[in-house]
């Protein structure tokens, strides 16, 4: 069976600080990849998606960046964190576009102090 | 740019009362539509999806949705809710071929 593993659960890191989430799923090959924020009232904000290694479409302009170095892997980077970035991230995943079905890992709750 | 409009933020609701939840989305072109589930302290789920064919779907645990070309919607509907369904329900629309966006969700309130 599919398993998606994101880590570290919870984060709490100083302002100018890099960051690194890391998602990995583990039973499938090739799946699309997608990186959201979530925060009360504002949904989930995708961030960014892949659909293959190398392959990131960025949906927002911000102080992130995500890369595809492995198949089943997918990582959140920033090089330095500001406090807007604190939030919950979700790393999600699925087969093909269209009407697949998303699947989602347990979240990583970054704080920026 | 797509975009997916949840029109109630909250609402709460007594066991047994019918819920109907909005959803509007702006992309014109063939869509495919979905509805997840976050329950407390849990995943997002899904809950029922769109893709083709009939407009009336339906989903887990007694929900449907209808699918209105004309009016750009995809509201969930429930006749008769009950205190487990208390969560928050969120609207998603994929913009060919692979972008996922949602809505800023709905939290459902059902009090015995």
């Known amino acids: 069976s599919q398993t998606i593993h994101q880590w570290p659960a919870t984060l709490v890191q100083p302002v100018g600080s890099p960051l690194s989430l890391e998602c990995t799923v583990e039973g499938t090959s090739n799946p699309n990849l997608y990186w959201y924020r979530q925060a009360a009232g504002r949904g989930l904000q995708l961030l960014f998606y892949?659909?293959?290694?190398?392959?990131i479409s960025s949906e927002v302009p911000q102080n992130l960046s995500a890369s595809r170095p492995q198949d089943r892997q997918f990582i959140l980077s920033s090089k330095k964190l500001l406090l807007s970035d604190s939030g919950f991230y979700l790393c999600?995943?699925?087969?093909?576009?269209?009407?697949?079905?998303?699947?989602f890992g347990e979240g990583s709750r970054l704080t920026v102090l | 740019a797509q975009s997916v409009s949840q029109h109630n933020h909250h609402v709460i609701l007594s066991e047994a009362a019918s819920l109907e939840l909005g959803c509007n989305y702006s992309y014109g072109g063939t869509v495919n539509l979905f509805w997840y589930v976050q329950y407390p302290g849990q995943h997002l789920q899904l809950l029922l999806k769109?893709?083709?064919?009939?407009?009336l779907v339906k989903g887990i645990k007694g929900f449907e949705a209808e699918f209105i070309k004309s009016k750009f919607s995809f509201n969930l509907r429930k006749p008769s809710v009950q205190w487990s369904d208390t969560a928050e329900y969120f609207c998603a629309v994929n913009q060919p071929p692979d972008k996922l966006i949602f809505g800023t969700g709905t939290r459902l309130q059902v009090f015995p």
């Open positions: 769109y893709f083709s064919g009939d407009p």
């Open positions: 999600a995943w699925r087969i093909g576009g269209g009407s697949g079905e998303l699947f």
């Open positions: 892949s659909v293959g290694i190398g392959q």
